[in-house]
């Protein structure tokens, strides 16, 4: 089993829409998660970390199950400029090393 | 405040030719790492390491080899360049408390031909 899974994808949403990912991790003892976004030919960025009480950043919500081991990713009214793909991004315990899932594309059409 | 530089952005090398890549961090990051992303996969570690003087392997180090003899630069030597090398490299640090997760360079394009 990988240490990260995610759904490839690709998602086709048109604008407006609400879509959600989810990101499975199989290490109960993870200690951080983060979402990632990476834009064709550029490097991943740090999009928003994941607690377990859930968080919001305006349009996005992250939420972390950690009895089911995965986290989600949901993105309101979404637009055009979403169009990325995301990284499920966990931190395994006892070392300071992001493991990466393959992450999931999204395409949001006008 | 710089963050994490690569250099080159892009190169083009030839079978059997070496090269170093360049990266160097100015945020004081003990932990710096060397990634590559083939086109639609995913990324895999090449080498890390979590301090100056400290390196280790990660997924695919064959055909690489790094050092580390200061907190800000890490530099990816490939010594005989090969055309499955071709690829995007990227190179990323990392906090101590890791809570702030990588931060990423631009990325370098390599191209073996």
């Known amino acids: 089993r990988k240490e990260v899974e995610q759904d490839p994808g690709p998602f086709n949403v048109p604008e407006g829409a609400t879509v959600a990912f989810n990101c499975t991790y199989s290490?109960?003892?993870?200690?951080?998660f983060f979402w990632y976004r990476q834009d064709c030919r550029k490097e991943p960025k740090l999009l928003m970390s994941?607690?377990?009480s859930g968080n919001e950043d305006g349009r996005f919500t992250a939420q972390l199950n950690r009895a089911s081991q995965y986290i989600s990713l949901l993105i309101r009214d979404s637009k055009l400029s979403d169009s990325a793909t995301y990284l499920c991004?966990?931190?395994?315990?006892?070392?300071?090393?992001?493991?990466f899932g393959t992450g999931t594309r999204l395409l949001v059409s006008p | 405040n710089a963050g994490v530089t690569q250099t080159p952005k892009f190169r083009i090398l030839k079978i059997g030719q070496s090269m170093t890549l360049q990266c160097t961090q100015d945020?004081?990051?003990?932990?710096m790492y060397w990634y590559r992303q083939d086109p639609g996969m995913g990324l895999k570690l090449i080498y890390y390491?979590?301090?100056?003087?400290?390196?280790d392997k990660g997924e695919v180090p064959n055909g690489y080899n790094v050092s580390r003899s200061t907190t800000e630069d890490f530099p990816l030597r490939l010594e005989l360049a090969a055309p499955s090398q071709t690829s995007v490299y990227f190179c990323?640090?990392?906090?101590?408390?890791?809570?702030?997760?990588?931060?990423f360079g631009s990325g370098t394009r390599l191209t073996v031909v």
């Open positions: 991004v966990v931190t395994p315990p006892g070392f300071q090393k992001l493991v």
């Open positions: 390491s979590v301090g100056a003087g400290i390196t």
């Open positions: 990323a640090s990392l906090g101590d408390r890791g809570f702030n997760g990588y931060t």
């Open positions: 945020m004081n990051h003990n932990y």
């Open positions: 994941v607690y377990s």
């Open positions: 290490n109960s003892a993870s200690q951080s």
